[in-house]
């Protein structure tokens, strides 16, 4: 039997605990927006929260739910968030963007004491939050090993040590208040732990006496930063070997649309060519939520294994309609959404992107930018990536810069594809391909594809052209229909990504075919 794994951290508070894991998430975000009332009023359910749970406590308790009541009542924060939302901020992001503000100022900070502040901030964010969303801050189960970035005070002081357990942070400080009440209480806990994988209830000892946390066989420390990936449709291992009949390479992915799919995954079998990240962000409260993200994220990316992962960002707007932005101006089927909603609303877009960055260190990750038309919409995008990814950095949060391609899904877009020198890669859509050439609704495009696939087919073989040898695949309807096959092959594409359930219907028609589309000899 493999021995168990050993991490070395920094004792916090002495004494020694074991226990089933307890993985500290985010809490979930208001499911409705709300104006600048209901933020008023969340803060003042927060502060009666806070208040019932002073009374009886010790004086160092005290002290500390005073200073988080007093950072409540000042008014520079609500007139900050107040700010932002007469620039039409929704009150979710805006509540969130101007705590993250002041964390990211404490996070930066040459002294410990304030570097260990940022704690009680996120405490503040995150239990306004719930009263937002009607939904506390849940205790977790007595006798846990509390595991995450780092604990919130209130969530320390309101849970029952009396049955054991113990704290496990990736990040945290000795000079923070939950070491303090740690160290108060007798609750063994160690800090500086770096991420490290462990399922919910999986048993996990902590060493407060040497500082070092103790997993069960087969768990694994996460890198903190790795280098920059090449594209994730570009390889394929030589287990999953697909060709056509006279022997050129053929790249067979699946398509997600939604989370429960994940489990189904196979990594034996493909890897995934496109995820559809909108079917799993229900209204703009899940937009806000960079840890839900990042928990999807995760999973399909250690489903999947070694083989590639596509996620494509938010494809909102249009016939995905999300709940809590109905009212926008120009949200329709050819005006704001994809790429131009989530410019328009750089908010969403730099949730999205934390929560891709941090998800790229689980596996081999690409992100693809849905609607693109111009090229500098892929530059911007970028800048916003790049922008998170620094402070990411700065707050030691484990990340990685995924390669960023772009959906061509716009025929103007698919004319000057050499034009977009930016772009990692390339997916065609032929849903929204389709629909723009034959000027249908989605309602009638199934009637309209087969007369309009002639022409899809010249674009596409137009396009493949003008890639200058970068990734290039294809994910729409079309490249689930062996019918299509042959002019697909003929067009030049390499790679497709399908429904699950067409997959073996696809691969067998790729072994009967050469690779111009004709019939191999003898079929």
């Known amino acids: 039997m493999a021995a168990p794994l050993r991490l070395t951290a920094k004792s916090a508070s002495p004494g020694i605990a074991s226990g089933p894991a307890f993985l500290a998430e985010e809490p979930k ?44 009542r000042d008014p520079s924060i609500a007139e900050a968030t107040g700010a932002r939302m007469e620039a039409d901020e929704n009150v979710v ?20 004491q304030m ?69 108060a209480k007798s609750v063994p806990m160690v800090i500086g732990t770096g991420r490290f994988s462990v399922a919910d209830g999986d048993p996990v000892g902590v060493d407060g006496n040497a500082g070092a946390v103790i997993l ?21 291992t030589a287990s999953d070997e697909l060709r056509t009949a006279d022997g050129v390479q053929i790249l067979l992915s699946i398509n997600i649309n939604d989370p429960a799919e994940i489990d189904a995954l196979d990594p034996a079998t493909a890897g995934v060519g496109l995820m559809r990240s909108e079917f799993s962000v229900a209204s703009i409260a899940d937009a806000a939520n960079e840890e839900r993200q990042l928990a999807i994220y995760r999973r399909v990316l250690e489903q999947a294994g070694d083989r590639p992962v596509t996620i494509r960002m938010l494809d909102i707007g249009g016939d995905k309609p999300l709940a809590g932005l109905e009212d926008l101006p120009g949200l329709s089927a050819s005006g704001l959404r994809g790429i131009r909603l989530l410019l328009a609303r750089p908010e969403i877009a730099r949730v999205q992107a934390r929560a891709l960055l941090r998800a790229a260190v689980f596996g081999r990750l690409s992100v693809m930018l849905p609607m693109v038309i111009f090229p500098d919409e892929i530059d911007r995008m970028r800048d916003i990536f790049r922008e998170e990814a620094e402070k990411l950095g700065r707050r030691a949060l484990s990340h990685r810069m995924p390669p960023i391609g772009m959906m061509v899904e716009v025929p103007s877009a698919a004319l000057i594809l050499d034009a977009f020198g930016a772009a990692a890669f390339f997916s065609f859509g032929t849903n929204d391909l389709t629909q723009y050439l034959a000027a249908s609704t989605r309602d009638d495009i199934d009637a309209d594809a087969g007369k309009v696939a002639p022409a899809v087919l010249r674009l596409l073989a137009q396009a493949v052209k003008l890639t200058a040898g970068k990734p290039v695949s294809i994910c729409g309807d079309m490249a689930g229909n062996p019918h299509y096959l042959p002019g697909l092959l003929a067009a030049g594409l390499r790679h497709f990504s399908v429904a699950p359930a067409r997959r073996p219907a696809i691969r067998s028609a790729i072994i009967g075919l050469n690779a111009d589309g004709t019939r191999a000899a003898g079929e």
């Open 29 to 72: 975000a208001p499911s409705a927006a709300g104006g600048y009332g209901a933020l008023e009023k969340a803060i003042d359910i927060s502060i009666g929260e806070l208040e019932r749970l002073a009374d009886g406590a010790d004086a160092e308790s005290r002290d500390i739910i005073d200073f988080q009541i007093e950072v409540l």
């Open 115 to 183: 570097r260990a502040r940022a704690v009680d901030i996120l405490d503040i964010k995150n239990r306004v939050l719930g009263a937002l969303a009607g939904t506390p801050i849940a205790d977790f189960p007595p006798g846990s090993i509390f595991v995450g970035k780092d604990m919130e005070p209130s969530r320390f002081l309101a849970h029952d040590w009396s049955k054991g357990g113990g704290i496990a942070l990736f990040a945290g400080s000795t000079a923070g208040h939950v070491a303090l009440l740690a160290r």
């Open 93 to 112: 992001f805006a509540w969130v963007a101007t705590l993250d503000a002041y964390i990211g100022e404490l996070e930066a900070a040459d002294e410990e």
């Open 216 to 236: 069960q066989a087969g768990s694994m420390l996460i890198p903190p930063l790795a280098p920059a990936q090449e594209p994730a449709g570009d390889k394929q």
